[in-house]
């Protein structure tokens, strides 16, 4: 099938469309964007530097990709946005191009970005994360695979979320959130383990049972965090998710949220 463009988009002739995109009106793509198949912009949707998405991508009003970034330390060169397939970007999101010449902002998979949400530049996101409304990411942020991060929360440059986390609303996160756990308040603090999260993406009684005694050495013991898991890799099971959290904590730049 064809694409379908309304007339009063604005679409740079050397800008690649893949097959059956829906582009609405008055929206603007520049000449070094390239969106894949069945991409559907719904109005007034810009997208412009070298940026390129995924098929099957979704573009909810006003939402921004691939500008210029907002870091004052920028001084020129060729920067991109790279961005995969079946993800939501609702009415407002930004996603910033990167600061260095060279550098990238990389968004996944299957990710639904909710209303006014922000990815700044050189940010690098993995799949299936879910950010609420006016949630916000500053540079050089980390997000792994499966994070939900609540509204109004603000992640601060450098940090990295865990996969399988869960940030609360209206945190000021700060340092790193280890993956499986619950990160809330300001400055957030690791609560507990994403329970509730954990079950629902199907992880065995034995891997939630794991991570509760991991948490409770961590965080709950007054040890530091080199002494918490030496004793965790000495005293708990040999599973790929206790593996992940020490490697993880392990090669904190910032430190954990404690």
């Known amino acids: 099938m064809a694409n379908r463009i309304h007339p009063s988009a604005v679409i740079d002739p050397a800008a690649v469309l893949g097959d059956e995109c829906e582009i609405g009106p008055f929206c603007v793509i520049g000449a070094q964007v390239r969106l894949g198949d069945r991409c559907r912009l719904h109005s007034h949707v810009v997208i412009d530097g070298v940026t390129t998405l995924g098929s099957d991508n979704e573009l909810f009003p006003f939402a921004c990709l691939g500008l210029k970034t907002q870091d004052l330390k920028w001084k020129g060169g060729v920067t991109r946005v790279e961005i995969g397939d079946r993800n939501v970007f609702r009415e407002n999101v930004t996603v910033h191009s990167a600061t260095a010449d060279g550098g990238v902002t990389r968004v996944g998979s299957d990710n639904h970005f909710l209303a006014y949400v922000h990815l700044a530049h050189d940010v690098q996101l993995g799949s299936h994360i879910v950010m609420s409304n006016v949630a916000t990411l500053a540079g050089h942020v980390v997000v792994e695979d499966h994070v939900v991060i609540g509204g109004l929360a603000a992640v601060h440059q450098f940090c990295r979320i865990g996969k399988f986390s ?89 430190g954990i949220s404690k």
């Open 166 to 254: 869960m940030i609360g609303g209206c945190s000021k996160v700060v340092q790193d959130i280890p993956p499986f756990m619950m990160g809330d308040g300001n400055p957030a603090e690791t609560r507990f383990i994403n329970k509730v999260g954990l079950e629902r993406n199907g992880f065995s009684p034995e891997a939630v049972k794991a991570l509760t005694q991991a948490y409770k050495i961590l965080f709950r013991e007054g040890l530091t965090v080199s002494n918490a898991l030496t004793q965790i890799e000495a005293e708990l099971p040999k599973l790929p998710e206790l593996e992940h959290l020490v490697a993880f904590c392990r090669s904190s730049a910032r």
